[in-house]
């Protein structure tokens, strides 16, 4: 079992950037695959970005790629997501979750085992 902590939500001007922050329990972190998904007000919750146990591959949607980073530091059982050049549509709760498959790079929701309870993004003038 693993418990997820997001941080580093925030209320940011539209070009801006934040870096969110999810902090796992539990000494089997380098073995999960983790992501990044996202839920704005009245729509479904949708992929984001998600990296292997290694960190040797990402995944991105098509939405973010070229602005968003997703990281990882096994040592510190903690992985990241630098989010750029921000736009009001990204403004929603962004959520880490876990895949015990530490290889998988999936976009599905229901392949991921453990959830976090979310942190809130905001991108406006």
């Known amino acids: 079992q693993v418990q997820l902590v997001e941080s580093g939500g925030g209320l940011v001007q539209p070009g801006g950037s934040l870096r969110l922050s999810c902090a796992a329990s539990g000494r089997t972190f380098s073995s999960y695959a983790m992501g990044w998904f996202r839920q704005a007000p009245g729509k479904e919750r949708e992929f984001v970005a998600a990296?292997?146990?290694?960190?040797?591959?990402?995944n991105y949607a098509d939405s973010v790629k070229g602005r968003f980073t997703i990281s990882r530091d096994n040592a510190k059982n903690t992985v990241y997501l630098q989010m750029t050049s921000l736009k009001p549509e990204d403004t929603a709760v962004y959520y880490c979750a876990a895949d015990e498959r530490g290889g998988g790079l999936s976009l599905i929701l229901a392949e991921y085992d453990y959830w976090g309870q979310g942190t809130q993004v905001t991108v406006s003038s």
């Open positions: 990296i292997v146990d290694s960190g040797d591959s990402r």
